[in-house]
Every structure is written in C-alpha cells, then in structure tokens.
C-alpha cells in the first residue's frame, strides 16, 4: 500500500499549528505576566527544582537513605559540612543513624509529593463530579450535596483528617496499617477537600446551564449526562485549576502535620513532617540541623506553590487585565 501523497504535508500543518498555538501561548496574556514577576518566576523555579529533586532522589540524591547498608553510625550527628566536625560527604550534616539529611530531604519530599498532588487529585474528582451534578440537576440533590458540604466546613480539615484516620486504624488489621497508611492519609486529606470544588463547579455550573448552547443541546435530544461532560465541564475548570494549586500546598501541610503527630505516613516511609517530629527530639541537645532543614524545605515547597496559586488566580482573571 502507497502512503497518501498528502500525508507528509498534513503531518507538517498539524505540526505547523501545535508550533504556531504555542507560540501564541508564550505571547499571551498569562506568560506576560508571569515574565514581569521576577517572583512568580523564582517561585517556579523553587518549585521545578524540588519536583525534579525529589522524583528523581534515586539518581540526584547524593546516598540512598533507605539502603541499611550504606549507613554507619560512626557517621551518627555530623554537623553541616562548613562547621568544625561536619564533612563534605554531607552537606547538611548526619541524623542519629548516619543518614545524609540531604538525601533524606529528597526522599521525604517525594512522599510529601506523592500525598499531596494524589490527595488534591481525589478532591478535584470528587468535589467536580458533585458540583457539576448539584448545579446541573438542582431541587433536592442540589440541596442534600450543598448541606453536606455546609456541615463539613463547619468542622477543621485536620479534624477530619484524623477523624478517617483514627476510624481506619480501628478497622484495619494491624498487619496491613504500615502498607495502607499512605492510602489512608491521600483518602482522608482528599476527603476533607472536596468542598472547595464542588461549591466552585457548582456555581459556575448554574450560571453555564443557563446559556443557549446548553439549551440547543437539549433540543437536539443529547442526554443530560453527555451535556454535563461534554459541554458545561469543559467550561467550568478554569477556577478548579487555581484551587488545586492553592490546594497543593494546603495537603502537603497536612500530611506534614499529621506525620509531626505521629499518624501519618509510617517511619519506613518518612515524609518531611517525619523528619521534622523526629529531628525535634533533638533540637535542644545542639543537633540543630535534624529538624530546621527539613522545616526550611517544607516552608519553600507551600510558599513556592502558595505564590504560584495566587499568580494563576490573578492571570486567569480577565476583571484583572
């Protein structure tokens, strides 16, 4: 079989307008904007790095902390290496088993990662699927979903949080708690965020409904399900996307929480708020650097996230052009 003889040049249109849509997308108004923010900037790549550090803590991380193998504990509460007793082999000193905070950090932020973007992954899902049905169908499912939702912001996320938790332990085997600790936090934290979209898909999804395209695709007979997904959805994710940023840096806060408290991730899989509880314990024995590192990272990482959320917000707000 012959290939088309305008195969090639189609290849090379589609390619042509991938390549001419992006160059618009870098001379548009959001990239504008954040071209003349040297904060937003740095805020990116604050956060580009410690994705990448992270993800990539096996290649880029200078000892692999979970290997036993490489520890000794004559290496046990080095300091930094540019104070008396630290070493270059670790640049920001040793724990009580002789693993490289440094390492540890990247390793940690990983788990802090994973929980936070899964978690904030969940609540997106289910915080749309419930907003776009509220808003859609209205009467009673509007006003059963919406009150859920009123009862819910009435209690602190973390005393949700630890609420499932606490309801998980109990009817988990113990056996399996260290194997479903992560899954139980991502599900919890999840859970307790879901309100924030459902409430902001709602109300966009009220104010969608109501347009012609909407009705023209009820007279041509489409199924409301295939309205809703098809149509409105599309229309409504611009805010859901500046929450979940936002959101980001809220779940990787608590998960840290809940690990400095002790029923969070497991110990085998330390996060940074793993890390910081058990750094605490020594705090006020001079071993500083156990805990202050790992607190500094954290603070960059929400920041970093918080800043970028904020931006989003702003760029994608036409009020504000």
Not at 51 to 64: D, L, T
Not at 134 to 145: H, R, Y
Not at 280 to 299: D, H, K, Q, R
């Amino acid at each position: 079989m012959t290939a088309h003889p305008h195969q090639p040049a189609a290849r090379l249109s589609t390619a042509g307008r991938l390549f001419d849509d992006f160059r618009r997308f870098l001379d548009g108004d959001v990239m504008h904007s954040f071209r003349r923010s040297p904060i937003v900037m740095a805020a990116a790549a604050i956060t580009l790095a410690f994705f990448v550090g992270s993800f990539g803590a096996p290649w880029v991380a200078p000892h692999n902390t979970f290997d036993i193998a490489t520890l000794d504990l004559m290496n046990a509460f080095l300091p930094p290496s540019w104070m008396d007793g630290g070493q270059a082999e670790f640049l920001l000193g040793t724990d009580g088993q002789g693993r490289d905070i440094l390492s540890a950090i990247l390793f940690g932020m990983r788990v802090s990662l994973i929980v936070g973007v899964c978690s904030v992954l969940f609540a997106m899902v289910v915080g749309i699927l419930l907003g776009l049905f509220a808003g859609f169908v209205g009467g009673k499912v509007d006003a059963i979903i919406m009150r859920v939702a009123d009862v819910q912001l009435s209690l602190p996320a973390i005393l949700i949080v630890l609420m499932i938790d606490g309801f998980a332990r109990s009817l988990l085997p113990r056996s399996v708690h260290e194997e479903m600790a992560i899954y139980v936090v991502i599900f919890a934290i999840g859970i307790s965020n879901w309100v924030q979209f459902a409430r902001t898909v709602r109300g966009s999804t009220m104010v969608e409904k109501g347009k012609d395209y909407v009705s023209a695709a009820r007279i041509i007979g489409l199924h409301p399900f295939l309205i809703m997904i098809r149509h409105v959805l599309p229309n409504v994710l611009g805010p859901v996307l500046v929450i979940g940023t936002i959101g980001l840096a809220l779940a990787i806060l608590t998960e840290a929480t809940l690990s400095f408290l002790g029923v969070g991730v497991p110990p085998t899989q330390p996060s940074l708020g793993t890390l910081i509880r058990v750094g605490n314990e020594f705090l006020f024995s001079g071993e500083w650097w156990m805990t202050i590192f790992p607190g500094v990272a954290l603070v960059l990482l929400a920041l970093s996230v918080n800043l970028l959320g904020d931006w989003l917000r702003d760029a994608l707000n036409p009020k504000l052009r």
